[in-house]
């Protein structure tokens, strides 16, 4: 199965290949981009060639999709938006995103983020998309309301991640929410 490729006016959402292991490792690298991920910023191309692994072995077990997110222009990534914890059975399915750094502040995480929700509703039928942000990430939860996320609830110590139990807001978009 090839991988689906996402254009906006901006960006191209590609699939990452392990020649995106150093952008990859330049973001990851920096431990704000990371900080509400449940990662420790990586150290090694290594890390970064872990993560593109990651990335196809959730396509392969249909889990998941992991798309790239580049400028059009430029080719390079500097960052990823997807699905993960992908349930068929009940027609839903988790969004996640990260930006490089440098790239925050320019409307990149919502052009991006507005493409594959349209694309999850669109190709994978879901009923339910949602997102998981640690209470201190604002301004992902700014925007995954600018997208029209509804807060449904805290998930008190609903994952152990860098040594520490953490609380996660859940929020979610229903099909029937992008046509009203």
Not at 38 to 51: H, I, N, T, V
Not at 52 to 67: L, P
Not at 109 to 125: C, P, Q
Request: charge should be negative; hydrophobic fraction near 35%; charged fraction near 30%.
């Amino acid at each position: 199965m090839t991988m689906p490729i996402i254009e906006t006016s901006r960006l191209l959402l590609r699939e990452v290949t392990n020649e995106d292991a150093s952008d990859m490792l330049r973001y990851l690298s920096d431990k704000d981009v990371v900080k509400h991920m449940g990662l420790e910023p990586f150290q090694s191309k290594e890390d970064a060639l872990d993560e593109i692994s990651w990335y196809h072995s959730i396509r392969e077990d249909g889990t998941g999709i992991r798309w790239g997110i580049t400028l059009k222009d430029a080719g390079k990534v500097i960052g990823s938006c997807g699905f993960l914890n992908r349930s068929t059975k009940n027609y839903r399915a988790e969004v996640g995103f990260e930006l490089s750094k440098e790239y925050w502040g320019k409307g990149i995480a919502f052009e991006a983020l507005e493409a594959v929700i349209k694309f999850g509703f669109n190709h994978y039928s879901f009923e339910r998309i949602e997102a998981l942000i640690e209470p201190a990430n604002v301004p992902s939860q700014k925007l995954v309301e600018k997208q029209g996320f509804k807060r449904e609830g805290l998930l008190r110590h609903y994952e152990y991640t860098c040594g520490k139990f953490d609380d996660l807001y859940m929020y979610s978009i229903l099909k029937d929410d992008l046509d009203s």
